[in-house]
């Protein structure tokens, strides 16, 4: 029976100790870090996120500058607000919620924010310096997933990872993140032809393909380290909703060695790397490490 790597327990750990690095911050340069966040529409499951980043910037003291536009906001508009946030000195960090409506063009957003305040580590410059093993801010859920890594004592060098998901937000530069640590790096899609055959060959499985329990024990070898970057909430026959990953949670935790939950796995990690670049983004304006 696998062993369950708890997301939320090591979020609140490395939160707690970022409230306390904020308090001597602020005694030392006289303010705190600061985010934006920038949300798009009445997506509830965004919303939900954008209130879950205003709250955790809370509790660690990181000042929020958040902004909520109606859903026929003009891609001017946001251009115009992110080149005034990229001017403001009390912002540290900056991020649009993705996904934006469709009349938006997010990567040409993504791309306006001045790169040494891309606190979601999306902007090319940053993807860039991570492709080229560079130090720089790194997309916040791949970070996510590379800590709970180390955290669980995973062994990465060496072994064979397997990343079904090729988006530029987690799988891309996940991928890149584990070839960094050694893995020797296998990219699934849905266009990858017998992915089981290609899945059982991981030591560590990383499933972010958006399909809610898509990943079941068949496909999974014996002892493999699984992590579930799924969130998905269906509803049950009796009109009950509830949140599951894109794991066969039950199924899997039967032949894993170690496994994520849903939730309670990556995504309160993938908030607690949007902190952490914010507070690095802040250091670095001050020529201090942060790590
Ligand atoms: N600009 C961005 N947009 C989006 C990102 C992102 O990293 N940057 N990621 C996701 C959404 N997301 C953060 O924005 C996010 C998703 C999930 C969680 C989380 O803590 N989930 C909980 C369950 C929450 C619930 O009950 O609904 C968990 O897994 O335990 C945090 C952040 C897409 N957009």
């Known amino acids: 029976m696998a062993e369950i790597i708890d997301g939320k327990a090591l979020a609140k750990k490395m939160q707690a100790a970022m409230a306390e690095q904020i308090v001597e911050l602020q005694v030392k340069f006289g303010r705190s870090p600061g985010l934006a966040v920038l949300m798009v529409g009445d997506n509830p499951a965004s919303a939900a996120y954008v209130r879950g980043k205003e709250t955790a910037c809370k509790r660690v003291g990181i000042t929020s500058f958040g902004k909520h536009f109606p859903a026929d906001a003009s891609q001017a508009e946001l251009e115009l607000v992110i080149d005034e946030l990229n001017q403001d000195d009390r912002v540290d960090g900056i991020l649009v919620q993705l996904p934006l409506p469709e009349h938006l063009d997010a990567i040409a957003l993504i791309n306006r924010i001045h790169p040494d305040k891309d606190a979601d580590g999306l902007h090319p410059y940053n993807m860039g ?163």
Not at 156 to 170: C, N
Not at 173 to 178: D, E, F, K, Q
Not at 205 to 233: H, Q, T, Y
């Open 129 to 291: 310096r991570l492709m080229r093993g560079e130090e720089g801010l790194q997309s916040c859920t791949p970070a996510g997933v590379m800590k709970l890594l180390e955290a669980a004592n995973v062994a990465i060098a060496g072994k064979t990872a397997v990343v079904i998901g090729r988006s530029i937000l987690v799988g891309k530069p996940l991928a890149i993140m584990l070839l960094q640590a050694n893995a020797t790096v296998i990219m699934a899609h849905s266009r990858t032809d017998d992915l089981a055959a290609i899945t059982q060959k991981a030591d560590i499985l990383v499933a972010a393909v958006g399909k809610p329990e898509f990943i079941s024990a068949n496909m999974v070898k014996s002892g493999a380290v699984v992590i579930d970057v799924g969130i998905n909430r269906i509803t049950d026959y009796e009109g009950n909703s509830r949140l599951v990953g894109d794991v066969d949670f039950e199924g899997v935790k039967a032949i894993a060695s170690q496994i994520t939950p849903v939730p309670g796995g990556v995504g309160p990690m993938t908030v607690t790397m949007l902190l952490h670049n914010t507070i690095w983004s802040y250091c670095r304006k001050y020529g201090i490490t942060y790590s």
